[in-house]
């Protein structure tokens, strides 16, 4: 579709440019993450624990102040995954994490 094409859009009940309507879709899809203090995480940030924690299934605790490299967004508002020696599979909630 080009600019010049408009589009219903069922929500508001209005005719808008189809390039708009698009864009107005996509925000509504994206997820923002928030940690503890309430900073915005994104893929590829580096975060630091504010709580130990211990990890499921690996018999190994996270002690507080750990930093945790290249975190990636998960979709969902609290998950983050994490990569980290020796634990393969890490999914931290984010309101037990801080941007650094």
């Known amino acids: 579709m080009s600019d010049d094409d ?3 859009d069922d929500e508001s ?6 390039s708009e309507l698009a864009a107005k879709r996509a925000a509504a899809n994206t997820v923002e ?20 924690l211990d990890v499921k299934g690996a018999g190994q605790t996270l002690k507080r102040g750990t930093l945790i490299k290249s975190i990636r967004l998960t979709g969902d508002d ?6 980290f020696d020796g634990i393969k599979g890490l999914v931290l909630r984010a309101e037990f994490v801080r941007k650094r």
């Open 33 to 52: 993450v928030r940690d503890a203090v309430g900073n915005v995480l994104a893929d590829g940030d580096q975060v630091t624990l504010i709580k130990d």
């Open 13 to 18: 009940g209005e005719w808008m440019p189809a």
């Open 6 to 8: 408009y589009v219903f």
């Open 78 to 83: 609290q998950e983050i995954d994490c990569k």
